[in-house]
């Protein structure tokens, strides 16, 4: 099993629709969650942190599940500039060190 | 401005040859990494370096090795290039602590090997 999944997509959805992602880890004693994005051609770059209470960041939502072991993102009022690629990255051990992406799941925001 | 930066945009190297991919970054991090990425399979560790002279292995180290003489460099060697070895390459950096949780990434380096 790998350590981090995610749904590759694509996810083709409308402007103006809200969408989410769902990526499971399957290491119990993660500590550190994050969503980076990543454009065309592009190094990825932070999207936003995954804290134990959950947060937002204007139209984008992290939430995280222990119990069940998933991290997810909610986009609300899609733009067609949030086209790209997402990545879950997990933290998996409580020092920072190895950092472990998953493969990305891919949006594609339609006019 | 935060800056990680690979030695080359594009190699093109024969089967066979020694590669070296350099990567030095200006954030004084402790944590550097090298991934591959390949369409369908995401981002893979390749080797991780928590400290000067320090390195582990990640999932896919094999036919790689790598070298941190100084902080600030990070070093991929590909000992004899094979053609399953072409493949965009990405070094990291990363702080320790509460603050230091970004990662950033250079810009990769586009290897093909002939």
Redesign the interface.
């Known amino acids: 099993r790998k350590e981090v999944e995610q749904d590759p997509g694509p996810f083709n959805v409308p402007e103006g629709a809200t969408v989410a992602f769902n990526c499971t880890y399957s290491n119990s004693a993660s500590q550190s969650f994050f969503w980076y994005r990543q454009d065309c051609r592009k190094e990825p770059k932070l999207l936003m942190s995954v804290y134990s209470s959950g947060n937002e960041d204007g139209r984008f939502t992290a939430q995280l599940n222990r119990a069940s072991q998933y991290i997810s993102l909610l986009i609300r009022d899609s733009k067609l500039s949030d086209s790209a690629t997402y990545l879950c990255v997990v933290n998996p051990y409580s020092s920072a060190s190895k950092i472990i992406f998953g493969s990305g799941t891919r949006l594609s925001i339609r006019p | 401005d935060v800056k990680v930066t690979q030695s080359s945009r594009y190699l093109v190297k024969r089967t066979g040859e020694k590669v070296f991919l350099e990567c030095v970054q200006d954030m004084d991090h ?2 550097m ?1 090298w ?1 591959r990425q390949d369409p ?6 390749i080797y ?1 370096s ?1 400290d000067v002279k320090m390195k ?1 292995k ?1 999932d896919i180290p094999e036919g790689y090795s790598v070298s941190r003489e100084k902080k600030e460099r990070f070093s991929l060697i590909l000992e004899s290039a094979s053609t399953n070895q072409t493949s965009m390459y ?1 070094c ?1 950096s ?4 509460a603050t ?4 950033f ?4 380096t586009r290897l093909t090997v002939v």
């Open positions: 402790e944590n990494f991934y369908g399979l995401g981002l893979r560790l991780f928590y582990e990640g990405l990291a990363r702080g320790i602590g230091g949780r970004e990662a990434f250079g810009q990769g």
